[in-house]
């Protein structure tokens, strides 16, 4: 294996083009060497774009090539199980875009395939890579507001394009799966485990049929967290909304942008202790800008490469597939529903 590792992209989607590959370019540890598109003339201009070397016009054309060590996976929700089973059968390592797969089945069929080429894969959370979640590590570490008792999210958007893949059933659109990936995700960052059962509430959309407005209550046992996402909600400018908050026994802790950055923001974590009152914090940490992306893939990379780096399986992605299944059972039966 060379000194960086060698990155194929299979699709030319947006993230792809506008987050992952300019991070490709940027990551010291990897070399972005090829572009697989079906659409040859879209392909062609966004390898010249991002100055890639090899182009191909199938998927699998890129996974024969020899020289990929790893591919990232931007398709359509519905393609990645698919294209993350034959990339680790051709022996690439994989960092799929979220949610890894539709059903929580695919995800357990991934790891089987993991364990049988020995291939690495992860799931594409890029929030998971910045430097606040450390931090929020090291605070809970030092017990400075306590044990964790509760944790509240929102994450809000305004996607109304027909076209948007978001907006497609088929395709794993709606706000639970593009959203609530993250909220459960963070969640689950927060309390170190999934939650034991959930109950939700959902508003679907009449036209489109995707759930619009979700809102969950998430059991982790001795203690509970709750979300809000939504597709037609909040702002419609560059950036989603996003709040995140965490009750402790004696403190509180707020971050002003814990997940997706779509572009790179000062960001904090407000703390609240013993002496708080309502909720003015008592300090406050502060982080500069910074572009997940390339964080991510300079992680994965150096991890490929052998060092010793922070990794996420994809049992955490089984866990969020799980809990979507339960969310959208509980959104049917009106009752609360137990992960397996």
């Given amino acids: 294996m060379s000194k960086t ?11 792809a083009t506008q987050r992952t590959m300019p991070a490709l370019n940027l990551a010291p540890s990897a070399t972005l060497l090829a572009l697989a598109s079906r659409d040859a003339a879209k392909g062609q201009a966004a390898a010249q774009a991002a100055a890639v070397p090899r182009v191909y016009n199938s998927y699998a054309a890129l996974l024969a090539d020899a020289d990929i060590d790893a591919v990232y996976i931007p398709l359509p929700n519905q393609l990645h199980f698919e294209w993350a089973v034959r990339a680790m059968e051709a022996g690439k390592h994989v960092l799929c875009e979220k949610p890894l797969c539709l059903t929580a089945a695919q995800v357990a069929e991934l790891c089987l395939v993991r364990e049988r080429t020995g291939r690495h894969i992860e799931e594409g959370f890029a929030f ?14 030092a017990n400075s507001i306590g044990p964790v008792r509760a944790a509240h999210v929102t994450l809000a958007k305004q996607f109304l394009d027909p076209a948007d893949v978001r907006n497609n059933p088929a395709a794993g659109g709606g706000a ?6 993250y909220a459960i995700s963070a969640c689950n960052l927060v309390f170190k485990r999934r ?9 679907f959309d009449p036209v489109f049929g995707i759930d619009r407005l979700s809102s969950a209550l998430l059991d ?4 509970h967290a709750a979300f809000t996402v939504a597709t037609q909600g909040g702002p419609s400018g560059w950036g989603t909304h996003q709040h995140l908050s965490v009750l402790g026994g004696n403190g509180w802790l707020r971050f002003d942008f814990p997940c997706a950055h779509a572009r790179p923001t000062e960001c904090h974590i ?3 202790d013993a002496s708080s009152v309502g909720a003015f914090a008592t300090t406050q940490h502060s982080f500069e800008p910074v572009n997940q992306y390339v964080l991510q893939v300079e992680r994965f990379s150096r991890l490929l490469l052998g060092e010793a780096v922070p990794s996420w399986p994809i049992e955490d992605a089984l866990g969020t597939l799980q809990t979507i299944e339960a969310l959208f059972a509980s959104g049917r039966s009106g009752s609360w529903v137990a992960l397996p």
């Fill in 5 to 15: 590792i060698r990155w194929g992209v299979l699709g030319a989607a947006a993230i």
């Fill in 128 to 141: 998971r890579n910045h430097p606040q979640w450390a931090e929020f590590d090291a605070l809970m570490a």
């Fill in 176 to 181: 639970l799966y593009d959203l609530g990936s």
């Fill in 195 to 203: 939650p034991q059962r959930v109950v939700a509430a959902l508003e």
């Fill in 220 to 223: 982790y046992g001795e203690a």
């Fill in 270 to 272: 407000h703390v609240g």
